[in-house]
C-alpha cells in the first residue's frame, strides 16, 4: 500500500509503523524471501482494510486489521525456523540444520524424528573419533555370541569380543555421509512443501 491509498494521516502511520515491524523481523532472510513475505502481508492488509466497509473510519479500519494480524513476530517465527533451515540445508551445513532444529521445536515440536536422525549421524562422526582415540574401547563389542553394545564402553570383560577393529571408522564415515545426503535431500523437499502451506494457511 502507498500513502495516497489512504485519506487519513493518522491511518497510513499505523500501517506504514506495522510494515516497519515487520521488515524488522525478517531482516534476516534474502531479499528474495523478504519481497515475498512483504508483498504477501501488504496484499493481505490492503484486502482486508478495502473490505471492512462496515468501520467508516480507516483509523478504525487499519486498527482492527493490524490487531485481527497480531504481532509479525509470533505468526512469522516458524516461517522464519523454515526459512533458515532451507538455507542451511541448502549448503548442507550441519550446525545450521540443527539450529534451525531447535528453532522450529521450540514453534511447536515439528521435525522432532528427522532431528533425531541428524543427531545419530552427529554421534556417528564422535563414534570415529572415539575409535582413534580409545580403540580398545569403541566398537561393535559381543560376549558370548549377545549383543553388548556400539559405542564407547569403559568396562569391558575379558570374554567380550570388539568385532569391528579399525573397519568401524571407515564403516561410519561411509554410512553418516550416505544418511546425511540422503535426509538433507528428503528435507529439502519437506521444508519447500511446509513453507507454502504455512504461507497459505496462514492467509499471508
Partial sequence: ???ND?????AYRIYAKYIEQVKETIARLDKDDMQDIMSEIDSHIYESFISNKKILSEEERMETVIRHLGNPESYLRPILAEKQLKYAINKYNLWGILKGFAALLLTGGQYVTITILYLLILSGGILTIAKI?????TGLFIEDGNFVG????????AETIE???Y???PISVVSCVIFYFFITFILKKIVTIKTKLNLRNRGI
Fill in 1 to 3: 500500500m502507498k500513502r
Fill in 6 to 10: 489512504f485519506n487519513s494521516v493518522k
Fill in 133 to 137: 582415540f580409545y580403540p580398545d574401547k
Fill in 150 to 157: 556400539l559405542g564407547y564402553l569403559s568396562g569391558i570383560n
Fill in 163 to 165: 568385532l569391528l577393529g
Fill in 167 to 169: 573397519w568401524l571408522i
